[in-house]
């Protein structure tokens, strides 16, 4: 068993072990709440699905995708990257577009990507900047690298390919976080 297979172990043997641990804390009087009473398995069942769409697992999805992507297009090493002028082309087009939308979605009135104010503080495009960030970024190395690998699907999975248990992971480290912030709020 390799180091990653290891620690997804321990994530996993911790994340069996918390509700036992809630509830043994509970009964010593220390202020948690246990997840094996009737609030904590009602809360159990119905929160169990969050991790999935936690903050950690989409940040792995994200990290996870973008190494096999950046990997499998060519783009590394990027000293052969930086000397391609097909880069530059490229980079030019979708920054162009990129700040076009930017723009087109920050200076229209009434705007839907803005908040309710009308400006840009707490605003949808705001929150969802890192992901328009990712999405474009990946976008970009398929373009770059279609030349080179023909098949997008195996650019877009080949780190998942690589890291299979990283999606778990960040699932059972979700898991555990989620419970511990139960048990402590």
């Known amino acids: 068993m390799n180091r990653h297979e290891r620690n997804f172990v321990c994530v996993l043997i911790v994340a069996a072990l918390l509700p036992f641990l809630s ?3 509970s009964a010593l009087g220390v202020p948690c709440r246990s997840l094996l009473d009737d609030e904590g398995l009602r809360w159990l069942y119905s929160h169990a699905s969050d991790s999935l769409r936690g903050f950690l697992v ?19 090493p990027l000293s052969r990257t930086f000397r391609d002028p097909r880069f530059y082309r490229l980079a030019l087009v979708y920054a162009v577009v990129l700040i076009g939308f930017l723009l087109a979605a920050v200076l229209t009135p009434n705007s839907p990507l803005l908040s309710i104010t009308g400006g840009v503080t707490d605003s949808p495009l705001l929150r969802g900047l890192p992901f328009l960030g990712w999405f474009s970024f990946i ?21 998942l390919r ?11 480290v979700s898991f555990c976080w989620q419970c511990i912030k139960y048990m402590i709020g």
Do not use: D, E, H
């Open 162 to 172: 690589r890291n299979p248990l990283a999606l778990p992971f960040a699932v059972a």
């Open 23 to 25: 509830w043994v804390l």
């Open 139 to 159: 976008v970009f190395c398929l373009c770059y690298g279609y030349p080179r690998c023909k098949r997008w699907t195996r650019m877009l999975t080949y780190g």
């Open 58 to 76: 989409t940040f792995a999805l994200c990290c996870v995708i973008m190494q096999g992507v950046i990997n499998r297009s060519g783009m590394l």
